[in-house]
């Protein structure tokens, strides 16, 4: 009874392990296949060198951009440093010449058309302070108007004398030299003088000039 008994377990276990194997094969059959065509046709479709340029275009786009931005800071950076040096200026100038004594000398220009004005030398009360040879650029804005300050000194109350000596061409290409002088009574407070070049149609020659004001 054993021996048969075994017997039927052994065609029953075959009978099964036949019917899952054929389940298998059922199942394996009807999986669907994946189709790996799509994956490798988009990427056989990218250009690698395209996208190197467009990520290089990106990098110097964000670089010149942030060399403007540094170029606008250092410009920023400069006219504070050129307001602060004018500031500092400004501060010692009123500390080392305070207003009761303060005696500035400019020189002007009308036009220059009869006198280019070389140099200006200035003498002040007999001793020789300053001296001041002209550009061309220089002189260009004093035709325009401008003034350009020769010296700048402390005087006390009192009598003083000041000679300037001008240097320069006249309008027939001679060389010519020219002095002029001054006498005044320093007050208290700040005082200005003007050595000036003026042009005289009449008489087709420069002037020179000592303004007090």
Known sequence: ??????????????????TLAQ????????????????AKTWVSSVDPKKFAVAETAAHEKQAQSELKQ?????????????????DLR?????????????????VSLSSGQFFRLESVKLKLNGKLVATQLF???QRAALSRGGIH??????????????????????NNGRALKRASNVEFRKGIGSEY?????????AT??????MKRW
Do not use: W
């Not at 389940?23 to 799509?38: F, H, L, M, S, T």
């Not at 003088?193 to 149609?201: F, I, M, P, S």
């Open 1 to 18: 009874m054993k021996s048969k008994f075994k017997c039927l377990v052994g065609i029953l276990l075959f009978v099964v392990n036949g």
């Open 193 to 201: 003088l003007e050595l000036a070049v003026v042009d005289d149609g």
């Open 204 to 209: 087709q020659e420069a002037k020179f000039q």
């Open 70 to 86: 540094i170029s606008k800071n250092i410009q920023r950076l400069k006219s504070d440093v050129i307001r602060l040096n004018k």
């Open 149 to 170: 300050r020769l010296y700048i000194t402390n005087l006390n109350e009192g009598m003083h004398t000041a000679t300037a000596f001008f240097t320069g061409i006249d």
């Open 23 to 38: 389940e298998d094969k059922k199942g394996e059959q009807a999986a669907p296949k994946v189709d790996e065509k799509p």
């Open 90 to 106: 400004d501060m010692e100038e009123k500390l080392l010449f305070p207003s009761n004594t303060r005696f500035s000398v400019f």
């Open 135 to 137: 550009s061309d650029k």
